[in-house]
């Protein structure tokens, strides 16, 4: 039997967890991973949603995922942020994380964006490939920037002790 996409339900999410731990231990980050079922629960199925998700699904099985949300852009408008397609290991190869990055590209295009954006390691070469087989542009001159929980946390006491 074969796979099919549909949208994902909170009783897809403890198989959510295990394939965005797997991307973690493929992107040699096991330790980065501090999302929780019931935070993700919160957070794609809560009053308001943050997220959107599609899973893939076999035999009743989840084998991959996308999730997407969407930003806002001053220069071009709605953005569809494609987070992460995340495949099981041992169902590479058989089309599903190409049906889903798809399905995500259908829903920029129904949902009217503007842009579709993602990102990709400087050293998968197969993804950016698989990118580029769409015609996507590879944008290797903008820089990420983060604050993490405990930046913000030090900066607003910072702040505080600057201005009250």
Same mark, same amino acid.
């Given at each position: 039997m074969g796979f099919a996409i549909r949208e994902g339900h909170k009783e897809d999410l403890h198989a959510t967890l295990a394939l965005i %731990?797997? /991307?973690?231990?493929y992107e040699k980050a096991p330790d980065q991973v501090k999302i929780t079922v019931e935070q993700l629960e919160k957070d794609g199925f809560g009053d308001?949603?943050?997220? $959107?998700?599609?899973?893939?699904? *076999?035999?009743?099985?989840? +084998? =991959?995922?996308?999730?997407?949300?969407? !930003?806002?852009? &001053?220069?071009? $408008?709605? &953005?569809?942020?494609?987070? #992460?397609?995340? +495949?099981? %290991? *041992?169902? !590479?190869? !058989?089309?599903? =994380?190409? #049906? /889903?990055f798809n399905r995500v590209i259908r829903k920029?295009?129904? *949902?009217?964006?503007?842009?579709?954006?993602? %990102?990709? /390691?400087?050293?998968? *070469? %197969?993804?950016? &490939?698989?990118?580029?087989?769409? $015609?996507? &542009?590879? #944008?290797r001159e903008w820089l990420n920037c983060d604050f993490f929980a405990e930046d913000l946390e030090r900066l607003t006491y910072e702040m505080k002790q600057v201005m009250p």
């Open positions: %731990q797997e /991307l973690a231990e308001i949603p943050l997220f $959107g998700l599609y899973v893939a699904e *076999e035999d009743s099985r989840i +084998v =991959g995922i996308a999730i997407y949300y969407y !930003r806002y852009s &001053t220069w071009k $408008g709605k &953005t569809l942020f494609l987070e #992460d397609i995340v +495949v099981n %290991q *041992e169902m !590479r190869g !058989r089309g599903i =994380g190409r #049906d /889903l920029a295009n129904e *949902e009217k964006c503007y842009r579709m954006s993602w %990102q990709v /390691l400087d050293w998968n *070469e %197969q993804a950016i &490939t698989f990118y580029e087989k769409y $015609g996507a &542009t590879i #944008d």
